[in-house]
Each structure stands twice: as C-alpha cells, then as structure tokens.
C-alpha cells in the first residue's frame, strides 16, 4: 500500500524568504516521489521528481527537494520566494514495488507568498 | 512534443443532463491515460484510468463512464448528472509501463445546476 501525507493545508511566507512544503510518505517498497504545482483554473504542472540517486532534486521555477528515507520524507523547498509562487501544490508518491502505475497524491498545500 | 487537450473548457449542465467530456493526446503513442475529479479546488479523487484501447478501469463507483476509443482519445460520461458531479476535471496521460509522472490538461470545469 502507498499513501502520502501533505500536513499543512496552508504556507504563508514572506517574498525574499525561504519556502518550504512538507511532504511525507509510506511505502512497501522504493518511493518515487513526485512535486506538481496547480495555478486557479488550471491544471497540475510537473515540477520534479525522486526516482533513484542524488537525494537533493532541483526542479522548475528553482525548486528542489529533498530525499530523505529515514524520515519518509520529500519535503518541497525554495531559496527565495516570489509572489508567482502563490499556487497549490501536491506531492504524489508512486510504490516502485507495487506493480501499479497509479500514484497517491496529498490533499495539497496551499503556498501563499506575501509581497 | 507532446500536448494533451481536454473541452470544453467550461460546462453548466442541468441535473438530469447528459455529458461528454473529451481528452486527446498529441505527440505520443500508447499513453496511459487517467480521468480525475477535483472538488472545492482541493485533493485528486483518480476517476479512470486506461493503459489502451478499450481497456478501463474504474476507481471509483459512480453515475460516471470512460472511454477510450482511439490510442490517444479519452472520453468521459454521464447518462445522467447529478449536482455531485459538480467539480473540475482533469485528464492526464503518462508513458505506458512507466513510473514517470503524469502531464495533465487544462481542466474542464463542469457545475451542474
């Protein structure tokens, strides 16, 4: 069985300073771990993912995140924050032994940056 | 590259109603293909999904049907609407086999009335 866990339903954080969006999980097997971001109205964009390798993942629009296998964790960061980033963002988790391609998304957590 | 297209983009039906929603996929061959609904701009409820034509899977037991009638072509419908089937919907392929992630639509925002 695969779950996820997005424990915060909202991030406000201040323009210029460091953002970060906490992801949990539980697998059987391997994660692979996936960030998208969803603008209103639109649908989810890809941002990066954890499939084997280098713990620290760097993505689109300056994300990274980061592996972190004793904790179960893939939590979403960014150095500095821009308004843009103001959007909802899901982490989805996929188990490598599963046999299914379906992946687990979180509820979202919204990220509100401040000017 | 590959593109994924969904409309209409918005629908107000009346409850009762027939629906059909349509997802193509352009720039890729036999993609897994996926129907989600999202409520209150929220959390993923996965409706659908297909690794092929003809071949369905649902997830969720519902007034709802799918699809697929070309490699590319995602359909889903309703004979009959319901005020639940109120949301947003989103379709979203993948490569067949594969882990990778999904690529989504645009959304159709569908409120029954």
């Known amino acids: 069985a695969q779950s996820v866990a997005q424990p915060e339903d909202q991030v406000n954080v201040a323009e210029g300073n460091p953002l970060t969006v906490k992801c949990t999980y539980s697998?059987?097997?391997?994660?692979?771990l996936f960030w998208y971001v969803q603008y209103p109205n639109r649908g989810l964009q890809f941002l990066l993912k954890?499939?084997?390798?280098?713990?620290l993942v760097k993505g689109s629009y300056g994300f990274e995140a980061e592996f972190n296998k004793s904790q179960t964790s893939f939590h979403l960061k960014k150095p500095s924050a821009l308004v843009s980033d103001s959007a909802l963002y899901f982490c989805?988790?996929?188990?490598?032994?599963?046999?299914?391609?379906?992946?687990?998304f979180g509820r979202g957590t919204s990220l509100i940056v401040h000017p | 590259s590959q593109t994924i297209h969904q409309w209409p983009a918005t629908l107000v039906q009346p409850v009762g109603s027939p629906l059909s929603l349509e997802c193509t996929v352009e720039?890729?061959?036999?993609?897994?293909l996926y129907w989600y609904r999202q409520a209150a701009g929220r959390g993923l409820q996965l409706l659908f999904y297909?690794?092929?034509?003809?071949?369905i899977s649902s997830e969720v037991p519902q007034n709802l049907s799918a699809s697929r009638p070309q490699d590319r072509q995602f359909i889903l419908s309703s004979k009959k609407l319901l005020l639940s089937d109120s949301g947003f919907y989103l379709c979203a392929w993948s490569v067949l086999d594969s882990y990778n992630e999904q690529f989504f639509g645009p959304g159709t925002r569908l409120t029954v009335l």
């Open positions: 989805a988790v996929r188990d490598m032994s599963g046999g299914s391609y379906i992946p687990t």
């Open positions: 954890y499939i084997t390798g280098d713990n």
């Open positions: 697998v059987s097997g391997n994660p692979y």
């Open positions: 720039g890729t061959s036999n993609p897994n």
């Open positions: 297909s690794v092929g034509i003809g071949q």
